[in-house]
């Protein structure tokens, strides 16, 4: 995971963000996917590819933090 370590946080939370909202109308595509997730309608391999394409950077933030959290700590 040191890979990881080596992203710059600014960058990441850039693009976390910015996938987190893209497009902002008429809904982000994160909501839709999630949505449609939820509700069992989320079967085509685009869409499945879209949530996964604008969930990762989120993903990848929460670890980051994570990883950041315990290397402070100890």
């Known amino acids: 995971m040191k890979w990881l370590d ?3 946080l600014a960058g990441l939370l850039i693009i976390a963000l910015w996938l987190a909202v ?8 994160l909501i839709e996917k999630w949505r449609m997730l939820t509700e069992g309608t ?3 391999p685009i ?5 996964f394409l604008h969930t990762t950077p989120l993903v990848l933030l929460g670890i980051r933090l994570v990883r950041m959290a315990r290397n402070n700590k100890g």
Do not use: C, G, N, Q
């Open 42 to 44: 989320l079967v085509r």
């Open 22 to 29: 893209a497009p902002i109308t008429p809904e982000p595509h």
């Open 6 to 8: 080596r992203i710059p």
């Open 47 to 51: 869409d499945i590819f879209d949530l």
